[in-house]
């Protein structure tokens, strides 16, 4: 019988592979990768990872819950992730276009959108800039990233660290990606080490979720795929963040409901809270005791949400 990668401390715990990955085709050439899980013929949920994240940074208790509520999970990866590819943006709003040809892939007239912390200001522009406004009929945030600039601004901490250094990731694009892929490509080989080596420095509440095999697991696997990319979308994201979003808060036309820590470190709850206020149409769901990383804990209640309201 061989050995039971779970019991052997140097591996990784195996994780499930999508039901189904590859990439969308957009006008000029370009691709966005994308991973898909859940019920094949379901409604359909966008799901916009965090930073870093790609394609297949969705837990496994999502994955089953979308199983069962008849839901189509579809994940898709930021340009300069995984296999999409690089592309720069002028605005958070530029997004919206893109994704547009995925949604008419998928053949979704009606879809819930659900953003995790650097996701979050992607799926809030589905919900606020055409050709997907008027097709969005719920946004889900766990954990979101919040304007730093602007009327909306709310950011502060590390988030506001991206309107500081501003003109130096939109210099250094390039080269800061290559800096970073250098440093973190060297590290996959002994990505269960470098994964308990941050749960040692973060709050008790992500710690839990760091030590727990499905996730430790579905981290490493997306890490993995994601740094194929090059790294380039996680100082893509970060420029953005730091600059005009190309849209106000107050025109996401959806219901939004935001899930947020009471002890995150990354986005405070001050912050989320100032964010929510902006919205039309919101509700912030408290996570108590939860940091940043709560969001993944939150998914098979943000998918009953989502059932409900599609």
């Not at 981290?219 to 790294?231: E, R, S, T």
Request: aromatic residues 8%.
């Amino acid at each position: 019988m061989p050995p039971n990668p779970m019991r052997h401390p140097f591996l990784v715990p195996p994780t499930e592979k999508p039901r189904a990955e590859g990439r969308f085709h957009l006008p000029r050439g370009r691709h966005l990768g994308f991973a898909e899980f859940g019920d094949p013929t379901g409604d359909v949920v966008l799901w916009f990872h965090g930073t870093p994240g790609g394609r297949r940074q969705f837990p496994l208790v999502g994955r089953r819950t979308a199983e069962k509520l008849g839901l189509r999970v579809v994940v898709v990866e930021r340009p300069g992730v995984g296999v999409s590819d690089a592309h720069r943006y002028h605005a958070v709003g530029d997004w919206v276009d893109d994704v547009a040809h995925a949604v008419d892939a998928v053949g979704a007239n009606r879809l819930a959108v659900v953003g995790l912390s650097g996701g979050g200001p992607y799926a809030l522009a589905c919900g606020a800039l055409p050709p997907l406004a008027d097709r969005v009929a719920t946004i889900a945030v766990l954990g979101g990233v919040t304007p730093s600039v602007g009327p909306d601004a709310t950011a502060s901490g590390v988030v506001d660290l991206a309107r500081r250094f501003g003109p130096v990731l939109a210099t250094l694009r390039q080269p800061l990606a290559g800096v970073l892929s250098g440093a973190v490509t060297p590290l996959l080989p002994f990505a269960h080490f470098a994964c308990r080596a941050y749960a040692g420095i973060s709050p008790a509440s992500d710690r839990r979720v760091l030590h727990d095999p499905e996730m430790e697991g579905m981290f490493v696997d997306d890490l993995v795929l994601a740094a194929k990319g090059g790294l380039r979308g996680i100082v893509d994201d970060a420029r953005l963040f730091g600059r005009d979003w190309g849209f106000r808060l107050g025109d996401v036309a959806a219901p939004v409901r935001w899930w947020h820590g009471d002890a995150d470190h990354i986005v405070s709850l001050s912050n989320a809270h100032a964010a929510v206020a902006h919205l039309r149409d919101a509700e912030l769901v408290l996570r108590p005791q939860e940091s940043h990383l709560g969001g993944f804990a939150a998914t098979h209640e943000v998918l009953e949400y989502v059932r409900e309201t599609l």
